[in-house]
C-alpha cells in the first residue's frame, strides 16, 4: 500500500483548504475535515462539495463531500471521499464532533470508515480508525492547532498485513488584517519526511480573494480564486508537480440556517 494512503483522498490542489483551521475568520465546512476542533468554530449549518482531477488523468479523479450541522452542545460533521476510477479506488466515510472547551480552546474527534477496492483476486479490504484535534485561540489574531489521524495504528483486512500509517499536524495560523491571512502547518506521515505547507491569502473585496501556497515534501505549488456570492463561494484550485504536471479543482459551498451568532444576540 502507498504510505500515504490515508491522505489520498484529501485535495492537493486545495491544500491552503485545510490551513483555514487556523483561522477565526476563514475556517468552513471544508476546512474542518484537516481538523475536527474546528468545527467549534462554524456559526451554521454548511455543506461543500470539491473535485479535482489529479495530474489531469481520468484514473485519478477525487471527489469530496462535506455536510456539517451546528448546535447549542457541540457541532457535527458527515465528511465522504471517493479516490481513483471503477477498477482501482479508495473510499472514506468519517463522523466528526467538535466543541469549545472554553474560550480559548476547541477539541474534536472523528470516527472514520476507510475502504479500499481492486478489481481482480484483489478484491476489498476495509479499516476504522479516527482522529483526534485540539485547536488553541492563542490570540484573537493567532490560533494554532494539533491533529493525529489514526492513534490506534488500525490496518486494512481481517489479517490486518497492511498497516494504516498515521499522521501528525502542528499548524499555526496570523489574522494580520481582514484582508490578509498567513498560515503554515507541518505534516508528518509516517514513513516519510516531515512537509511544510505554507499558505497566504489575500482578500481584495468581500466577494473575491487569492490564495497561494506551497508543499515541500513534494515540492508542488498550489493557488485559488474565491468567489462569494451572499452564502455560496466558488473555489477554482490548481497545483503544480515539477515532474507530474497540473492538477485542477473546484470547490462550491453553500451555508445555510440560521448563523448561530447572529442568534444568540
Not at 57 to 69: H, K, M
Not at 117 to 144: C, E, P
Request: net charge neutral; proline share 3%.
Amino acid at each position: 500500500m502507498d504510505a500515504d494512503s490515508q491522505v489520498i483522498t484529501d485535495a492537493i490542489s486545495a491544500r491552503y483548504l485545510s490551513l483555514g483551521v487556523y483561522s477565526s475568520e476563514h475556517n468552513d465546512v471544508y476546512a474542518t475535515r484537516a481538523n475536527p476542533a474546528s468545527l467549534a468554530q462554524l456559526k451554521q449549518p454548511a455543506i461543500a462539495i470539491y473535485s479535482e482531477r489529479r495530474f489531469l488523468l481520468p484514473e485519478l479523479n477525487l471527489f469530496n463531500a462535506s455536510l456539517a450541522y451546528t448546535t447549542g452542545s457541540g457541532n457535527f460533521a458527515l465528511h465522504v471521499s471517493y479516490f481513483g476510477f471503477n477498477l482501482s479506488n479508495q473510499s472514506k466515510i468519517s463522523l466528526a464532533y467538535g466543541r469549545k472547551i472554553n474560550s480559548k480552546v476547541d477539541a474534536g474527534a472523528s470516527f472514520d470508515f476507510q475502504q479500499i477496492s481492486q478489481a481482480g483476486t484483489y478484491g476489498k479490504a476495509s479499516a476504522i480508525t479516527g482522529s483526534i484535534g485540539v485547536l488553541f485561540h492563542l490570540t484573537d489574531k493567532i490560533h494554532a492547532g494539533i491533529n493525529v489521524f489514526n492513534p490506534i495504528h488500525a490496518s486494512f483486512g481481517k489479517e490486518k498485513i497492511e498497516r494504516l500509517p498515521s499522521q501528525y499536524n502542528f499548524g499555526m495560523g496570523y489574522d494580520a488584517s481582514d484582508k490578509l491571512f498567513i498560515s503554515s502547518e507541518l505534516v508528518k506521515v509516517e514513513g516519510q519526511h516531515v512537509s511544510v505547507n505554507a499558505c497566504l491569502q489575500y482578500q481584495f473585496i468581500k466577494s473575491f480573494f487569492i490564495r497561494a501556497g506551497v508543499a515541500t515534501l513534494t515540492a508542488s505549488y498550489f493557488s485559488g480564486l474565491g468567489f462569494v456570492f451572499k452564502d455560496f463561494r466558488l473555489d477554482i484550485a490548481t497545483s503544480y508537480h515539477p515532474q507530474l504536471g497540473f492538477s485542477p479543482g473546484l470547490l462550491l459551498l453553500y451555508e445555510f440556517g440560521n448563523n448561530k451568532k447572529e442568534g444568540a444576540e
